[in-house]
């Protein structure tokens, strides 16, 4: 049996049977164990990587009562705040990750993960999601984004081919979602249905979702590695992208120029070299990113999206939104329905 998205969110976002599970074991081990350390939890095997065992990549919950294991992996783990604060440890290296941060470790990492907060209530209102990726399917997964970024481009194939580098890289957001907290939630939606009725799965569109997910990290020109400034780029390149995808809809070079005292060409290389595009393919990027999340999680009709999402005829926005997901936005939009509607004639 399928859920509804909207049963999916209700599981995700609040106290379900699992949690009410996990406290137990978790208040049960507390009590019996006073001097708690993180390193009576060290775990020398894998995590087991049967989520993965027919799929290319999986996303589970953090359930609120989870023992922080200190373990390690054999896949790339993707750990996605959506609300609260969580302490993350990577071999042996603590730091919090707040609303809208997500961390990458690469695979053969020892790192736990536990709530910052953890009196009641505040621990009920903290949300994570981690998606697996597996090692072999990442060079394709990443591809667009490594493209867009060669340093990302550097871990990534590090992490897959088992060579030196960096342990993890940390996409750090300020607390704003903009179109990750969307696409985190329909990857989850995606994996929890898949896991709850595999014949039914559609990998494609995991796939695509979570290409585009990470795309719009890179995009966002706002994240760092290691806490390090290797990654990080001129404080005033990280406002120009940000100020773009604030104002996407309507953003032109001459206004984001304008609004930076700078001339239009100098703004063009800048952006440019912080994301790897052109004005134009990352203001369309952004655009296109947007206009699927609401042709996922609404109702509008397709020429309403396309003009809030800046397109000046639904004709342009068909024909970009086909050549960036293998079909129009109603075919899109029709393959949803027919699933949703094979979803509720299960219930």
Request: charged content about 25%.
């Amino acid at each position: 049996m399928n859920e509804t998205y909207n049963e999916t969110m209700e599981f995700l976002y609040n106290i379900n049977d699992q949690d009410v599970i996990g406290k137990e074991a978790y208040e049960s081990y507390i009590s019996d164990n006073s001097n708690f350390d993180i390193n009576d939890f060290v775990s020398n095997v894998y995590v087991p990587d049967s989520f993965l065992e027919y799929r290319t990549l999986f996303a589970i919950k953090h359930y609120l009562y989870s023992l922080p294991n200190y373990h390690t992996q054999n896949f790339l783990l993707f750990n996605c705040v959506l609300e609260g604060e969580f302490e993350h440890i990577v071999e042996g290296v603590s730091f919090r990750m707040k609303k809208g941060d997500i961390s990458l470790v690469r695979p053969n990492v020892y790192h736990s993960m536990d709530i910052a907060e953890k009196k009641e209530p505040e621990r009920h209102k903290s949300v994570m999601v981690s998606i697996m990726v597996r090692p072999e399917a990442a060079a394709e997964l990443f591809s667009e984004a490594t493209e867009k970024n060669e340093q990302l481009g550097k871990f990534i194939n590090a992490a897959i081919n088992g060579e030196n580098g960096r342990k993890y890289v940390l996409f750090s957001c300020n607390g704003e979602h903009g179109v990750y907290k969307n696409l985190i939630q329909l990857i989850y939606y995606e994996a929890r249905n898949n896991y709850i009725a595999w014949e039914n799965a559609n990998e494609a569109v995991i796939q695509n979702l979570f290409r585009t997910l990470v795309s719009e990290l890179v995009l966002s020109g706002n994240f760092s590695v290691n806490y390090s400034t290797e990654f990080a780029g001129n404080s005033s390149t990280v406002d120009i992208v940000k100020y773009i995808h604030d104002n996407y809809k309507t953003v032109t070079l001459q206004s984001v120029a304008r609004q930076f005292n700078y001339c239009t060409a100098y703004t063009s290389r800048l952006i440019k070299k912080r994301t790897g595009l052109g004005f134009a393919t990352l203001v369309s990027e952004i655009r296109l990113a947007n206009a699927l999340s609401l042709m996922m999680e609404t109702e509008l009709k397709i020429s309403d999206i396309a003009e809030s999402c800046g397109y000046g005829s639904p004709e342009h926005f068909f024909r970009t939104f086909k050549e960036k997901y293998g079909q129009t936005p109603t075919e899109l939009r029709k393959n949803q329905k027919a699933k949703t509607d094979s979803d509720e004639e299960l219930i």
